[in-house]
Each structure stands twice: as structure tokens, then as C-alpha cells.
Antibody, heavy 119, light 111 residues
């Protein structure tokens, strides 16, 4: 059974850096073709893809947020981290991590974690 | 606005059939990239409903089906049930943006 769970701060101040961790089980990020992605959803709004890391350490970022994002993996801990710098109130959202299969489909999702940016 | 265009809302009575469209362009659906569909009940994480245009993951009822042609795709739900009330999102890859992209979402209301 594949599970993913996001963790991190629920409240950050403007200009601070956010680091979220996705801890997963039921699969390995050393398996060819497998990746983990991050997607966010502001309250009442649509899903937005942020970043993705593959088993071979290839990394991809949303063009509009690339300068602020860093994605890393720790295969020994079955974790993927997402760091987002210079947080702003517009970054308030539920952040999801998801297992990626076949280079394109977000196959299994974590429950999400709500991050509020406020002073 | 989203790269993939969906109607904001659709509705139908129990037992009816509804379709949700997803319109893209030559840099995503028209370039041959697959479309995937997700169902999201408010407050819950999205769930994969259809992958690779027209495939259902194990456990998804055959009342749900997907279709893709050219720069457009659609999700059809037959025998509408109250539990189908949710938000539905299409998703693909865009090679102009070099990004995974989602539609704006469609809210399905079961009357």
C-alpha cells in the first residue's frame, strides 16, 4: 500500500523560508520511472504544480516559481523535501505531495498540509 | 487563467450522464501528451480517476470514462450518484512551458 504524508510548519511569516517534508512508504525512489511531485491549492482555488524529482535525481520546477524552489530527496529515509523561499501571503495554500508514475500522472496523493503565511 | 480550460461547473440529476470538457492547445494535449483526471471532494486530497486519457485505476467504477482527441479531452460520468458531487481536474504536460499543468477545475453538482 502506497502512502504519502506531508509535514512542516502550519504558519510562516512573510519573507521567511518554508520547508516541507513528504514521507512516503510502499515504494522506493530508487525504482526507475518513479518520482515525487509537489502540488499546492490556495483556498477555494485550483491545483498548481510546483516541483518534481525523479528516481535518477532529475529535478523540474514550475517556471513561475523556479527561482524560489528547491526539491531534494533522501532515499534512505523515504523522504522528499520542498523548500520555498521568500514566502508571501499569496502562498497560503494546502501543499500536497504525490507519487508520479510514467513521467506524467500523479498516481497517489498525500492528505495535504495547510500552510498559512501571515505576520 | 489555466493552461487547460474546463467549465467552472456542471450539474445533473441522479442517474443522468454528464460530461466535463478539458481544452488544451498544440503544446500539451495537441502535442500528444496524455490527459489525466482527478476527483476532489472538498477538504480531501485529489484522487486519480482516469489516467492516460481513458484508463481507470483499480477500484474506480466503470461509470467514469475518459476520451481525448486532438487538443481536447472529456470526462463522462454515467448513472450519476450523490457521491459523485466533487471537483474534477484534468492534468497534462505542456512542452512550451516545460511544466505539468492542471485545468481550473469543474464543480459537479448532483441535483
Amino acid at each position: 500500500q502506497i502512502t504519502l504524508k506531508e509535514s512542516g510548519p502550519t504558519l510562516v511569516k512573510p519573507t521567511q523560508t518554508l520547508t516541507l517534508t513528504c514521507t512516503f512508504s510502499g515504494f522506493s525512489l530508487t525504482t526507475g520511472g518513479v518520482g515525487v511531485g509537489w502540488i499546492r491549492q490556495p483556498p477555494g482555488k485550483a491545483l498548481e504544480w510546483l516541483a518534481l524529482i525523479y528516481w535518477n535525481d532529475e529535478k523540474f520546477y514550475s517556471p513561475s516559481l523556479k527561482s524560489r524552489l528547491t526539491i531534494t530527496k533522501d532515499t534512505s529515509k523515504s523522504q522528499v523535501d520542498l523548500t520555498m523561499t521568500t514566502m508571501d501571503p499569496v502562498d497560503t495554500a494546502t501543499y500536497f505531495c504525490a507519487r508520479v508514475r510514467a513521467a506524467s500522472v500523479f498516481e497517489s496523493w498525500g492528505q495535504g498540509t495547510l500552510v498559512t503565511v501571515s505576520s | 487563467q489555466s493552461v487547460l480550460t474546463q467549465p467552472p461547473s456542471v450539474s445533473g440529476a441522479p442517474g443522468q450522464r454528464v460530461t466535463i470538457s478539458c481544452t488544451g492547445s498544440s503544446s500539451n494535449l495537441g502535442a500528444g501528451y496524455d490527459v489525466h483526471w482527478y476527483q476532489q471532494v472538498p477538504g480531501i486530497a485529489p484522487k486519480l480517476l482516469i489516467y492516460d486519457n481513458d484508463n481507470r485505476p483499480s477500484g474506480v467504477p466503470d461509470r467514469f470514462s475518459g476520451f481525448k482527441s486532438g487538443t481536447s479531452a472529456s470526462l463522462a460520468i454515467t448513472g450519476l450518484q450523490a457521491e459523485d458531487e466533487a471537483d474534477y481536474y484534468c492534468q497534462s504536460y505542456d512542452n512550451y512551458l516545460s511544466a505539468w499543468v492542471f485545468g481550473g477545475g469543474t464543480k459537479l453538482t448532483v441535483l
